[in-house]
């Protein structure tokens, strides 16, 4: 069983606005942190969001600051991440990640990801 699951990439204009989605499990949703990272072709994976259990703690990678907003609904057990004024150096292929907070934060041991879903921003 997949753990997590994301939906809502694909092929945007510079510019434009993209809504990614991650359902999990209920089991996870109620004990975890949940995240969104992103590998760029060639690039190292980084963290772009994280937000609290409780929704009440978030951080954004600097380069998507203002831009993206994080946001979860546990009783839906699922994870968003609204993508706005999108540039090329946002295509990357986009994983869902649930851990504790300071794991999701140090990005390596995350227990739970999902398969990735695939975002390309055209020029």
């Known amino acids: 069983q997949v753990p997590l699951v994301e939906s809502g990439g694909g092929l945007v204009q510079a510019g434009g606005s993209l809504s990614l989605s991650c359902a999990g499990s209920g089991r996870i949703f109620s004990s975890y942190a949940m995240g969104w990272f992103r590998q760029a072709t060639g690039k190292e994976r980084e963290l772009v969001a994280a937000?609290?259990?409780?929704?009440?703690?978030?951080n954004y990678h600097d380069s998507v600051k203002g831009r993206f907003t994080i946001s979860r609904d546990n009783a839906k057990s699922t994870v968003y991440l609204q993508m706005n004024s999108l540039k090329s150096e946002d295509t990357a292929v986009y994983y869902c990640?649930?851990?504790?907070?300071?794991?999701?934060?140090?990005?390596?041991?995350?227990?739970?990801w999902g398969q990735g879903t695939q975002v390309t921003v055209s020029s």
């Open positions: 990640a649930a851990d504790y907070y300071p794991v999701l934060m140090g990005g390596s041991g995350v227990r739970y």
């Open positions: 937000i609290s259990w409780t929704g009440g703690t978030t």
